[in-house]
Protein backbone atom coordinates (compact mmCIF):
# COMPACT_ATOMS: atom_id res chain seq x y z
CA UNK A 1 0.00 0.00 0.00
CA UNK A 2 3.46 2.08 0.24
CA UNK A 3 3.50 5.35 2.20
CA UNK A 4 0.20 6.97 1.18
CA UNK A 5 -1.71 4.45 3.69
CA UNK A 6 -1.01 6.43 6.92
CA UNK A 7 -3.06 8.55 9.46
CA UNK A 8 -4.01 11.22 6.79
CA UNK A 9 -5.77 8.65 4.56
CA UNK A 10 -9.48 8.98 4.94
CA UNK A 11 -9.99 4.71 5.12
CA UNK A 12 -7.16 4.92 7.22
CA UNK A 13 -9.16 7.21 9.37
CA UNK A 14 -12.47 5.38 8.94
CA UNK A 15 -10.98 1.87 9.76
CA UNK A 16 -9.42 3.70 12.77
CA UNK A 17 -12.89 4.78 13.55
CA UNK A 18 -14.38 1.58 13.41
CA UNK A 19 -11.19 -0.36 16.23
CA UNK A 20 -12.02 2.95 18.26
CA UNK A 21 -15.63 2.45 18.46
CA UNK A 22 -15.31 -1.52 18.97
CA UNK A 23 -13.03 -0.74 21.62
CA UNK A 24 -14.87 2.01 23.15
CA UNK A 25 -18.09 -0.23 23.17
CA UNK A 26 -16.46 -2.73 25.01
CA UNK A 27 -15.45 -0.59 27.65
CA UNK A 28 -17.97 0.85 27.97
CA UNK A 29 -19.70 -2.73 28.80
CA UNK A 30 -17.41 -4.11 30.67
CA UNK A 31 -16.04 -1.42 32.98
CA UNK A 32 -18.36 1.67 32.56
CA UNK A 33 -20.73 0.33 35.04
CA UNK A 34 -19.43 -0.58 38.62
CA UNK A 35 -21.75 -3.46 38.92
CA UNK A 36 -18.86 -5.96 37.74
CA UNK A 37 -16.35 -4.40 40.66
CA UNK A 38 -19.57 -5.10 43.26
CA UNK A 39 -20.40 -8.12 42.28
CA UNK A 40 -16.70 -9.55 42.32
CA UNK A 41 -16.19 -7.93 45.27
CA UNK A 42 -19.44 -9.62 47.00
CA UNK A 43 -17.95 -12.87 45.72
CA UNK A 44 -14.87 -12.37 47.35
CA UNK A 45 -16.81 -11.01 50.67
CA UNK A 46 -18.49 -14.30 50.79
CA UNK A 47 -15.25 -16.31 51.18
CA UNK A 48 -14.27 -14.11 53.80
CA UNK A 49 -16.98 -13.07 55.95
CA UNK A 50 -19.53 -14.11 57.39
CA UNK A 51 -23.18 -12.52 57.63
CA UNK A 52 -22.96 -11.07 60.66
CA UNK A 53 -19.97 -9.10 59.37
CA UNK A 54 -20.93 -7.99 56.16
CA UNK A 55 -23.65 -6.71 57.85
CA UNK A 56 -21.51 -4.62 60.42
CA UNK A 57 -19.14 -3.39 57.77
CA UNK A 58 -22.45 -2.51 55.56
CA UNK A 59 -23.97 -0.64 58.49
CA UNK A 60 -20.56 1.28 59.34
CA UNK A 61 -19.76 2.01 56.04
CA UNK A 62 -23.37 3.98 55.63
CA UNK A 63 -22.41 6.37 58.44
CA UNK A 64 -20.72 9.80 57.71
CA UNK A 65 -17.02 8.71 59.41
CA UNK A 66 -17.58 5.49 58.00
CA UNK A 67 -18.02 6.27 54.22
CA UNK A 68 -15.40 9.01 54.41
CA UNK A 69 -13.17 5.53 55.50
CA UNK A 70 -14.36 3.99 53.22
CA UNK A 71 -13.34 6.66 50.90
CA UNK A 72 -9.67 6.95 51.91
CA UNK A 73 -9.42 2.40 52.22
CA UNK A 74 -10.65 2.40 48.56
CA UNK A 75 -8.37 5.15 47.12
CA UNK A 76 -5.14 4.65 48.70
CA UNK A 77 -5.22 0.48 49.67
CA UNK A 78 -7.15 0.15 46.29
CA UNK A 79 -6.90 2.89 44.00
CA UNK A 80 -3.38 3.13 44.07
CA UNK A 81 -1.93 -0.25 44.17
CA UNK A 82 -4.38 -0.91 40.69
CA UNK A 83 -2.93 2.68 39.42
CA UNK A 84 0.57 1.24 40.20
CA UNK A 85 -0.29 -1.62 39.18
CA UNK A 86 -0.95 -0.27 35.38
CA UNK A 87 0.90 2.46 35.21
CA UNK A 88 4.56 2.32 36.51
CA UNK A 89 4.52 -1.14 34.89
CA UNK A 90 3.67 0.35 31.55
CA UNK A 91 0.13 -1.92 31.30
CA UNK A 92 -1.50 1.73 30.42
CA UNK A 93 0.25 3.11 27.12
CA UNK A 94 -1.13 6.52 27.30
CA UNK A 95 0.65 7.51 23.63
CA UNK A 96 -2.63 4.91 22.37
CA UNK A 97 -4.73 7.27 20.10
CA UNK A 98 -8.37 7.02 20.89
CA UNK A 99 -7.58 6.35 24.96
CA UNK A 100 -8.04 9.98 25.69
CA UNK A 101 -11.58 9.68 26.84
CA UNK A 102 -10.56 6.59 29.36
CA UNK A 103 -7.50 8.85 30.60
CA UNK A 104 -9.43 11.68 31.18
CA UNK A 105 -12.57 9.87 32.92
CA UNK A 106 -9.82 7.87 35.22
CA UNK A 107 -8.38 11.58 36.20
CA UNK A 108 -12.00 12.62 36.98
CA UNK A 109 -12.90 10.12 39.06
CA UNK A 110 -9.05 10.10 40.89
CA UNK A 111 -9.29 13.49 41.36
CA UNK A 112 -13.11 13.67 42.95
CA UNK A 113 -12.11 11.72 45.81
CA UNK A 114 -9.94 14.22 46.38
CA UNK A 115 -6.49 11.82 47.27
CA UNK A 116 -4.85 14.91 49.07
CA UNK A 117 -7.31 16.48 51.38
CA UNK A 118 -6.96 16.12 54.86
CA UNK A 119 -9.15 13.79 56.58
CA UNK A 120 -9.89 13.89 60.56
CA UNK A 121 -11.22 10.53 61.82
CA UNK A 122 -10.69 11.99 65.67
CA UNK A 123 -14.15 13.20 65.46
CA UNK A 124 -15.26 9.90 64.57
CA UNK A 125 -14.57 7.08 67.40
CA UNK A 126 -16.27 4.87 65.59
CA UNK A 127 -14.47 4.73 62.48
CA UNK A 128 -11.02 4.51 64.72
CA UNK A 129 -12.37 1.26 66.51
CA UNK A 130 -13.49 -0.29 63.43
CA UNK A 131 -9.87 0.24 61.63
CA UNK A 132 -8.56 -1.20 64.53
CA UNK A 133 -10.39 -4.55 65.01
CA UNK A 134 -12.23 -6.94 63.00
CA UNK A 135 -14.51 -6.86 61.04
CA UNK A 136 -12.87 -3.81 59.88
CA UNK A 137 -9.02 -5.52 59.75
CA UNK A 138 -10.81 -8.28 58.11
CA UNK A 139 -12.49 -6.18 55.27
CA UNK A 140 -9.57 -4.37 54.83
CA UNK A 141 -7.52 -7.21 54.39
CA UNK A 142 -10.01 -8.33 51.70
CA UNK A 143 -10.17 -5.16 49.86
CA UNK A 144 -5.89 -5.71 49.69
CA UNK A 145 -6.10 -9.07 48.33
CA UNK A 146 -9.14 -9.91 46.94
CA UNK A 147 -10.83 -6.80 45.79
CA UNK A 148 -7.37 -5.66 44.04
CA UNK A 149 -7.38 -9.60 42.27
CA UNK A 150 -11.13 -8.65 41.41
CA UNK A 151 -10.01 -5.80 39.88
CA UNK A 152 -6.94 -6.50 38.12
CA UNK A 153 -8.59 -9.92 36.68
CA UNK A 154 -11.46 -7.89 35.43
CA UNK A 155 -9.46 -5.13 33.43
CA UNK A 156 -7.09 -8.06 32.27
CA UNK A 157 -9.88 -10.27 30.49
CA UNK A 158 -11.24 -6.88 28.71
CA UNK A 159 -8.19 -5.86 27.80
CA UNK A 160 -7.69 -9.56 26.38
CA UNK A 161 -11.08 -9.16 24.85
CA UNK A 162 -10.17 -5.57 23.04
CA UNK A 163 -6.92 -6.56 21.86
CA UNK A 164 -8.86 -9.66 19.76
CA UNK A 165 -11.79 -7.58 18.92
CA UNK A 166 -9.37 -5.63 17.18
CA UNK A 167 -7.59 -8.54 15.36
CA UNK A 168 -10.46 -10.04 14.71
CA UNK A 169 -12.24 -6.65 13.13
CA UNK A 170 -12.94 -6.85 9.31
CA UNK A 171 -10.95 -3.53 7.66
CA UNK A 172 -10.44 -5.08 4.53
CA UNK A 173 -13.62 -2.99 2.83
CA UNK A 174 -11.27 0.16 3.86
CA UNK A 175 -7.82 -0.75 2.76
CA UNK A 176 -10.01 -2.03 -0.40
CA UNK A 177 -11.61 1.38 -1.01
CA UNK A 178 -7.86 3.13 -0.19
CA UNK A 179 -6.51 0.51 -3.02
CA UNK A 180 -9.56 1.78 -5.25
CA UNK A 181 -8.81 5.40 -4.65
CA UNK A 182 -4.90 4.77 -5.64
CA UNK A 183 -5.59 3.51 -8.26
CA UNK A 184 -8.13 5.55 -9.40
CA UNK A 185 -5.77 8.55 -9.20
CA UNK A 186 -3.44 7.15 -11.44
Not at 77 to 99: C, P, Q, W
Not at 166 to 172: D, L, R, S
Request: hydrophobic letters at 45%; charged letters at 25%; glycine letters at 8%.
Amino acid sequence: MGSSWNPAALEWQAAEAQLTKLVDDLIATRLDDPGWFCEGLGRAAGTVLNAEEADEIATHFATEGGGEQRVVVELLLMGETVLANYTFTDRIDYGVKGSEREIAHLQEVWWAREPFRVRDFSRYPDAVRFAGRNPGIKSTRMLAIQGIEVITLHIDRTAAQAVQAVETANIEPFIDAFRLRMADSR
